[in-house]
């Protein structure tokens, strides 16, 4: 008997050894198939996400609650035309409002700015917080956004002689200071527009871009546009993305600096020996070449609802070619031809990409003049009636024409209706005065 138990006792520790062998076999075969089956179970299973952090749903529910849509012209069954988008600054004056009234569908609200504080005077402190800052009147901002539901709000950071955004936030974190701001004001802005620029002193640390702003407006658009579906648009001066240069020519590449001598009239086949003397008479040297192709490249497209182009830049290369007797109509047509069929930028930073195509569908393509401030010589002017012909033009081309006509300012808008830029383009295209109400 003590044999057998003996023996039956072996056989158990025995059967119990190659039991526990066998389960750890089988233990190490299940998690290594685990550690492989799970993540691809996770990757095929969780929905694709924007590469910021998303907000919460309680927030997110707000933000869509107030953000507006600019109807677009197949979206709707209204008149067929551009939108007018004007920039203005003072609520209290009343343009803004009458421009409603007359027809504009955005406004822009220039400018607000991107700064930081410290807690220490440290520069170098971890303790510098971004915030805001702007002399807007926003309570009168708030009541025309209240009267006038179907008018889209942007806010403009920027403008010449400008502050450029602090490199101490990255763009992300830029475009949270600015959520939190508009959050604060009741989402008074539907999205934000880029018009940074350079500054009367060459010497200025803003006569020139750095890296650093531009990369700042390419992640904050990117934040802005997949994280909280802003409206996002920018507004460059013609020579900072200039269709007309020659491909190929140094004109053609990007640079940073913002102290250049207009190319077209001092540099291009078509200069003449007068027009070199009037921009050396005036020590004008303020242009760009081809800056804002960064951020586009950075960007991308698609992250921008349209993008304005300002034809009424200081001794643009439109200026020169109206006051060589160029017929507008045709300067603007060859403008959107290229913008359509994209043209090439050269020279851009290494480690983001060589070369950038910078193509404009004519969906987000927006004409930038000026209305009566400008003279007519250095800040080109566009009548109505040429934006309308041109439009039509686009039309009967491509079955469609560009998205909108912008102009700066409000602020120098008439009393009188003739003296108005907006009510002469929304008769120019048929629009009904008063179509807000």
């Given at each position: 008997?003590?044999?057998?138990?003996?023996?039956?006792?072996?056989?158990?520790?025995?059967?119990?050894?190659?039991?526990?062998?066998?389960?750890?076999?089988?233990s190490?075969?299940?998690?290594?198939?685990?550690?492989?089956?799970?993540?691809?179970?996770?990757?095929?299973?969780?929905?694709?996400?924007?590469?910021?952090?998303?907000?919460?749903?309680?927030?997110?529910?707000?933000?869509?609650?107030?953000?507006?849509?600019?109807?677009?012209?197949?979206?709707?069954?209204?008149?067929?035309?551009?939108?007018?988008?004007?920039?203005?600054?003072n609520?209290?004056?009343?343009?803004a409002?009458?421009?409603?009234?007359?027809?504009?569908?955005?406004?822009?609200?220039?400018?607000?700015?991107?700064?930081?504080?410290?807690?220490?005077?440290?520069?170098?402190?971890?303790?510098?917080?971004?915030?805001?800052?702007?002399?807007?009147?926003?309570?009168?901002?708030?009541?025309?956004?209240?009267?006038?539901?179907?008018?889209?709000?942007?806010?403009?950071?920027?403008?010449?002689n400008?502050?450029?955004?602090s490199?101490?936030?990255?763009?992300?974190?830029?475009?949270?200071?600015?959520?939190?701001?508009?959050?604060?004001?009741?989402?008074?802005?539907?999205?934000?527009?880029?018009?940074?620029?350079?500054?009367?002193?060459?010497?200025?640390?803003t006569a020139?871009?750095?890296?650093?702003?531009?990369?700042?407006?390419?992640?904050?658009?990117?934040?802005?546009?997949t994280?909280?579906?802003?409206?996002?648009s920018?507004?460059?001066?013609?020579?900072?993305?200039?269709?007309?240069?020659?491909?190929?020519?140094?004109?053609?590449?990007?640079?940073?600096?913002?102290?250049?001598?207009?190319?077209?009239?001092?540099s291009s086949?078509?200069?003449s020996?007068?027009?070199?003397?009037?921009?050396?008479?005036?020590?004008?040297?303020?242009?760009?070449?081809?800056?804002?192709?960064?951020?586009?490249?950075?960007?991308?497209?698609?992250?921008?609802?349209?993008?304005?182009?300002?034809?009424?830049?200081?001794?643009?290369?439109?200026a020169?070619?109206?006051?060589?007797?160029?017929?507008?109509?045709?300067?603007?047509?060859?403008?959107?031809?290229?913008?359509?069929?994209?043209?090439t930028?050269?020279?851009?930073?290494?480690?983001?990409?060589?070369?950038?195509?910078?193509?404009?569908?004519?969906?987000?393509?927006?004409?930038?003049v000026?209305?009566?401030?400008?003279d007519?010589?250095?800040?080109?002017?566009?009548?109505?009636e040429?934006?309308?012909?041109?439009?039509?033009?686009?039309?009967?081309?491509?079955?469609k024409?560009?998205l909108?006509?912008?102009?700066?300012?409000?602020?120098?808008?008439?009393s009188?209706?003739?003296?108005?830029?907006?009510?002469?383009?929304?008769?120019?295209?048929?629009?009904?005065?008063?179509?807000?109400?």
């Open positions: 008997i003590s044999y057998a138990n003996q023996g039956r006792g072996t056989a158990v520790r025995r059967f119990t050894l190659h039991a526990s062998v066998i389960t750890l076999f089988l190490s075969v299940f998690m290594k198939l685990f550690r492989i089956i799970v993540p691809i179970t996770l990757i095929i299973a969780l929905p694709t996400v924007s590469p910021f952090a998303m907000a919460s749903e309680p927030e997110m529910m707000t933000w869509q609650a107030h953000r507006r849509r600019v109807v677009h012209e197949e979206d709707s069954k209204s008149k067929e035309g551009p939108i007018i988008i004007g920039y203005a600054h609520v209290e004056s009343g343009k409002e009458q421009a409603i009234l007359d027809g504009a569908r955005v406004i822009i609200w220039s400018f607000l700015h991107l700064e930081v504080s410290s807690n220490s005077e440290d520069d170098s402190s971890h303790q510098q917080k971004g915030y805001v800052r702007t002399d807007l009147q926003l309570n009168g901002i708030s009541n025309l956004r209240n009267k006038y539901t179907q008018v889209v709000h942007l806010a403009a950071f920027g403008g010449w400008g502050p450029h955004p490199p101490k936030l990255n763009g992300e974190e830029w475009c949270e200071v600015f959520m939190e701001f508009n959050r604060e004001n009741g989402y008074l802005f539907d999205g934000i527009d880029w018009d940074y620029e350079g500054h009367d002193d060459l010497n200025s640390p020139k871009f750095t890296l650093d702003t531009l990369d700042i407006m390419a992640d904050f658009s990117i934040c802005a546009k994280k909280y579906g802003m409206i996002v920018m507004a460059p001066a013609e020579s900072y993305l200039d269709v007309m240069a020659e491909e190929g020519s140094i004109d053609a590449s990007f640079s940073l600096r913002l102290d250049l001598p207009p190319r077209a009239w001092t086949e078509y200069a020996d007068d027009d070199r003397k009037l921009i050396e008479s005036v020590g004008f040297s303020h242009a760009g070449r081809q800056c804002y192709a960064y951020v586009l490249a950075k960007a991308g497209i698609d992250m921008f609802d349209w993008i304005s182009i300002q034809l009424y830049e200081a001794y643009s290369p439109f020169h070619d109206l006051s060589q007797n160029v017929d507008p109509v045709g300067a603007l047509q060859v403008r959107i031809d290229r913008f359509k069929r994209g043209f930028v050269t020279e851009l930073d290494k480690s983001l990409v060589s070369e950038y195509k910078v193509k404009i569908p004519l969906n987000k393509l927006v004409i930038g000026a209305n009566k401030w400008a007519g010589l250095k800040f080109c002017k566009v009548l109505p040429s934006l309308k012909d041109s439009y039509q033009i686009t039309v009967a081309k491509y079955n024409g560009f909108g006509v912008m102009f700066w300012t409000i602020e120098e808008e008439g009188e209706r003739e003296s108005r830029y907006t009510a002469q383009l929304s008769e120019a295209f048929g629009y009904d005065e008063c179509a807000a109400t």
